[in-house]
């Protein structure tokens, strides 16, 4: 089944923003499920007449930094098969082209966040420089670190590196620092748990901010009302659940607005407080005023 094409603009002050679909694909969220209670996740996904598994978003996010491009994740690529791989379409049908980025930033090294890197062994940005956390970098391409993780994420290593050596051979593979200053208006924010380096990207200009969360939440139906129920992919459970209260607390207590990466398209919106640690995803009033 077709939709249109798959992009939503804003602005953030004189930032253009604008959200990328890159694909969906069937979510178990029963299965992958950390710390719920028996039948909790099927009751919670029934409260928003959803079942698992449930169609997972794949999004990305374009900014357009008084001309410059940035592209914040570049979606699975070629690693999720049919279920993945719509990103540069998208881009394309936004009226850009890969070749006019000029910068990537990957909020964690997961083949749904890096994949997009190749296309059939080519790189997909051949101009642009590929900014990746130091940790996550590390973590990623050392293979003795495969005892860290369990057999769902072991065959993230090979899949990393492939995506990654065209452009490390190019010199066009730029590791940050924690909570670094990476163009005007953006900064890293360390969020240590999902992946070893895992990071958010704040986005400010004009009194507004935007945070491009990356994992934070895979579930929006089970995660928003229950933060502390994590997933199998969390690198460190306890840390991941930390960082998430901590940024759904400081979102929702600022009125950011939030970019996130598998939130039902286009994943912008804001973040409220409900009552007894329970919080709500209030998605962006659909605009044709960019």
Do not use: C
């Not at 279920?83 to 749904?112: F, K, M």
């Not at 998430?244 to 912008?268: D, V």
């Amino acid at each position: 089944m077709r939709q249109a094409p798959g992009f939503f603009r804003m602005h953030l002050g004189h930032f253009e923003v604008t959200a990328l679909l890159d694909g969906t694909h069937p979510f178990p969220a029963a299965k992958l499920a950390v710390g719920a209670r028996p039948g909790e996740i099927d009751g919670l996904l029934a409260d928003e007449f959803l079942s698992s598994p449930f169609e997972g978003m794949i999004n990305a996010f374009l900014i357009n930094l008084d001309g410059r491009l940035v592209l914040i994740d570049t979606g699975a690529g070629d690693l999720y098969g049919k279920e993945g791989g719509g990103l540069v379409s998208a881009l394309i049908a936004s009226g850009y082209s890969p070749a006019q980025i000029e910068d990537v930033y990957i909020t964690h090294l997961h083949e749904d966040h890096a994949g997009g890197l190749l296309k059939d062994g080519k790189m997909v940005f051949p101009k642009a420089n590929i900014h990746v956390s130091a940790a996550d970098f590390d973590f990623w391409t050392n293979n003795a670190n495969k005892d860290q993780v369990g057999q769902l994420l072991q065959p993230f290593f090979p899949a990393i590196q492939k995506v990654l050596k065209p452009y490390i051979d190019a010199g066009r593979l730029q590791p940050f620092s924690a909570n670094a200053a990476l163009a005007p208006g953006l900064t890293a924010r360390a969020a240590t748990g999902h992946t070893p380096g895992h990071s958010f990207f704040l986005l400010q200009d004009g009194g507004q901010s935007m945070l491009f969360w990356g994992d934070t939440v895979h579930m929006a139906a089970v995660q928003f009302p229950r933060p502390d129920i994590a997933i199998e992919y969390d690198w460190k459970v306890p840390e991941a659940v930390s960082a998430r209260k901590e940024i759904l607390e400081e979102a929702a207590a600022k009125g950011w607005w939030i970019a996130g990466a598998h939130i039902s398209f286009p994943g912008i919106g804001h973040v409220s407080k409900l009552p007894h640690g329970a919080y709500q995803w209030v998605p962006a009033n659909y605009t044709l005023n960019r």
